[in-house]
């Protein structure tokens, strides 16, 4: 089997890089402290250990930004004859600002400079409600930033606590005005369903209030208790009960009655915008079959049949980022792995999934789920009704089987 090193390579050579879009993921694994029900590459200052900081984390990424940009040495066809212009941004966490803003913005910068940022490019990041204020969020715009995911999850500060989240209601809708304020052409709230305790109140309350916020796209995600974490250990003790999923199917339903009540449109199952222009690009590259280069620690990348991820642990990240590529494991993607992933995620867009990609038994359970309500055939296409959303898992699972 071939070395990551050399599969990336091989993979960044091929001039389809960037024919579906291509795009930058940059991980930031900070975090003040762990919420109960997180289990995402996170680490808290106490977890990071000797070497680690956050006053270096940026130049350490924009290393491997230009390590990233050497590798398309080989490539010819397109722009400078290497790289490929990069079309989106996206900083997730952990989160990114605990960095300060003129960090993000020179790793924002360091993109622009080793593949270009595409005209109308979207740049996003993540942003927790009590790391941002005013002249942050203003400082960030400035740094070419133009879209801001606030993770608001419940304005009930019951539910807040459950998920042991820090932030007041309040200061995620001021998040919300701050960014308006900088001139953010897109800001989106984040929500968490179905956590113990909330209420159908609660959760209605929380969707009018991004509602009236004002702004253009909103998440939506029913809980999942992840083993190892907090709250898993929680609810095995019988602290707190565990979600119940009829409930979180009513909730969704009233995610959808709200949300479209006030303009919004549904674009992939959990995701809600006013208009097309206020859809995550950058999701929508991932679904739709584009490229990404992830950097930071445990970062996911995926070119033409190739997909690798980074070390977890900053410090092992750094270490092996010094001695080339910073990749834990890859793997070659065959064409069954490839067919698997065009269906499940296409499946789960509002645009649907075209039956030109299906193979004949997929042909077959696409006829049957139609059938039985849970999809629709437009335009050559499959599309999920409400019914089907609430159960694109198993759709998925029949037409691949």
């Known amino acids: 089997m071939s070395s990551p090193a050399s599969a990336v390579n091989a993979a960044a050579a091929d001039p389809a890089v960037g024919e579906a879009g291509f795009g930058f993921y940059v991980h930031v694994p900070f975090c003040v402290s762990r919420c109960g029900y997180c289990d995402f590459n996170t680490y808290t200052a106490s977890e990071l250990g000797a070497g680690v900081s956050r006053d270096t984390y940026a130049a350490i990424v924009r290393a491997e930004i230009r390590d990233a940009a050497a590798r398309f040495a080989e490539r010819s066809g397109a722009n400078d004859g290497r790289r490929p212009k990069v079309d989106t941004v996206f900083f997730g966490g952990g989160t990114p600002t605990l960095l300060s803003a003129a960090d993000l913005s020179s790793i924002l910068a360091e993109i622009d400079r080793e593949f270009g940022l595409a005209d109308g490019y979207e740049a996003t990041t993540e942003a927790n409600p009590e790391s941002v204020d005013a002249d942050y969020l203003a400082e960030l715009h400035d740094g070419g930033f133009t879209r801001l995911s606030v993770g608001m999850q419940s304005t009930a500060s019951h539910v807040l606590k459950i998920l042991d989240r820090e932030h007041s209601p309040q ?21 968490i369903y179905g956590t113990p305790g909330e209420t159908a109140a609660d959760f209605e309350a929380s969707l009018n209030a991004a509602v009236d916020a004002g702004v253009d796209h909103v998440s939506a995600y029913a809980l999942i208790v992840e083993d190892g974490t907090a709250l898993a250990r929680r609810i095995r003790s019988g602290q707190v009960p565990q979600p119940s999923d009829d409930v979180a199917a009513d909730r ?34 991932y679904w739709e079959g584009g490229h990404w280069w992830g950097a930071g620690p445990g970062a996911h990348s995926h070119l033409p049949g190739v997909r690798w991820w980074n070390h977890k642990h900053p410090s092992t990240y750094g270490a092996a980022l010094a001695e080339g590529l910073p990749a834990a494991g890859h793997e070659v993607l065959t064409d069954d792995d490839q067919y698997l992933e065009r269906i499940l995620l296409r499946t789960r867009l509002a645009g649907g999934l075209p039956l030109s990609l299906l193979r004949s038994t997929g042909a077959a359970a696409a006829a049957q789920v139609t059938a039985d309500g849970l999809a629709v055939i437009e335009d050559d296409r499959l599309k999920l009704t409400l019914r089907g959303r609430l159960l694109a898992d198993a759709v998925v699972r029949d037409l691949t089987s």
Do not use: I
């Not at 998040?175 to 984040?190: N, T």
């Not at 009655?257 to 006030?262: G, I, P, Q, R, T």
């Open 252 to 285: 969704y339903l009233a995610a959808e009655a709200v949300l479209a009540a006030a303009g919004f449109q549904w674009y992939e199952v959990s995701n809600w915008a006013r208009t097309e222009a206020a859809q995550c690009r950058h999701n929508l590259l």
């Open 171 to 191: 200061k995620a809708l001021n998040a919300v005005q701050y960014a308006h304020k900088a001139g953010f052409a897109h800001v989106s709230l984040d929500l």
